[in-house]
């Protein structure tokens, strides 16, 4: 334990997701020895994110407005619409250069272990956008692994009803990681090769 300040740095940094002890000291002692300027530079984004940065109401993106930039652009096709968990998602397949669809994020994934239900996620939110009939196909792309697949299984069970080609990416992605590891060519393939379920 340290004294004050610098313990409470410490603290608060032992708290963000896979920031050990050990990793939160020496990131406190790098802020420590750091050039203020930087310091400040850091703790002032730390503030603006939380001030500027919001949800789209759209598709529940990461956005600075009321839509976020993918929503606003005419450009993109409102017939293909791809579930994904997180924003980070969307910036993993972005990056692909495959998709010129929208997009919809979940907030997550189905995980009964943790007590997260269709009710946590943005399901219903979900069901209010396809009830108009515009998106023809729905492609699910939730993390391959146990918690991804069972929600894409439970998103497609309520969704095939309705008229609407439902697909699931490729297999050749990294199965139990996360989407955003995969890198732009195996997403980009696994998106391509996307089959209806
Ligand atoms: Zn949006």
Redesign the pocket.
Known sequence: MYEGAIQDLIDELGRLPGIGPKSAQRLAFHVLSADPIDVRRLAASLVKVKEVVKF??????V?EDD??????DPRRSDEILCVVEEPKDVVAIERTNEFRG??H?LGGAINPLEGVGPDNLRVRELMQRLADGEVKELILATDPNTEGEATATYIALLVKPMGITVSRLASGLPVGGDLEYADEITLGRAFEGRRTI
């Open positions: 789209c109401t759209i598709c529940f993106n956005a839509k976020c930039r993918i929503c606003r929208r997009y994020v």
